[in-house]
């Protein structure tokens, strides 16, 4: 199944959760999108292999660091992992929308 579509995807972070709501676009093994939430608007791409995305994203609010996300989509659900820069990996889930 492809991850084409509208998420929102919930990453449950040590400061509590943080909702994004995440437009996604596959093209053979790449993606392209764009994510929304509380820390801001992104344009995002990443690699498709499989059922598995990767992408990383740079924010700036609440602090600076890079958000490294590792997503298996099943269907209509997404899971998987986000590393919060030093701070350790948070566990993230998604459900299409």
Do not use: H, Y
């Amino acid at each position: 199944m492809s991850a084409d579509g509208n998420w929102k995807i919930t990453i449950n972070t040590p400061m509590g959760p943080q909702e994004v709501n995440a437009t996604i676009t596959t093209s053979g093994d790449t993606f392209t999108g764009k994510t929304e939430g509380r820390m801001g608007t992104q344009e995002i791409s990443g690699k498709v292999d499989g059922d598995t995305l990767t992408w990383s994203a740079n924010i700036t609010q609440p602090m600076p660091m890079q958000l490294d996300f590792v997503a298996k989509v099943e269907g209509d659900k997404m899971s998987g992992t986000v590393k919060l820069g030093s701070f350790g990996n948070a566990q993230m889930n998604g459900q299409r929308v």
